[in-house]
């Protein structure tokens, strides 16, 4: 196994001790527990930059490091809607988004199409990290900023998912339903 597959196993492993941490409930475990979070959330950053530039890129590392980065995520929103922070209704939302994609991948590669993350995607995924950490780290990190970086995050969500729908609706087939 290579070490950014290492990476994205090691993402995956931390995901139980982040959410130990925050159901600790203690504000300096929920501060650690956030911690993980964000070197966690650094090693999806790491493992692509390794994989691209060490030419690392395997199908393994493929099918993982969206799952991944998806558990990571969907946790700390869950925790987050545990807590009374953020309302369900947006997480439905950004869960749902991410099945869709996923699924619209599977179909793509079973036709042999791989579905780069596009840029829209990539803003997707920062606006959601930093909503996350805001969040995480409230109240050193006023909550108030990590709400609104939340309702972006569910638009930029949605956005996304509409772009990769629309760029690739090629693939669904929609003249034989």
Do not use: H
């Amino acid at each position: 196994m290579n070490i950014a597959n290492k990476l994205t196993t090691l993402r995956i492993l931390m995901v139980p001790l982040f959410v130990l941490l925050m159901l600790l409930k203690t504000q300096e475990m929920r501060y650690i527990g956030a911690a993980v979070f964000v070197v966690a959330a650094f090693t999806d950053f790491l493992d692509g930059y390794l994989a691209r530039k060490y030419d690392l890129v395997t199908t393994f590392g493929k099918f993982l490091d969206p799952l991944a980065d998806k558990i990571l995520t969907i946790s700390a929103f869950i925790l987050l809607v545990e807590f009374g922070v953020i309302p369900a209704w947006g997480v439905i939302v950004i869960v749902a988004r991410e099945l869709a994609i996923t699924g619209f991948r599977v179909i793509a590669a079973s036709e042999n199409v791989t579905i780069a993350a596009s840029g829209f995607g990539k803003i997707k995924t920062i606006s959601q990290l930093l909503c996350l950490i805001a969040l995480l780290f409230a109240p050193a990190i006023p909550e108030s900023i990590g709400i609104v970086l939340f309702y972006i995050a569910v638009i930029l969500t949605v956005l996304s998912g509409i772009d990769y729908l629309v760029k690739n609706k090629d693939l669904l087939d929609l003249k034989n339903i």
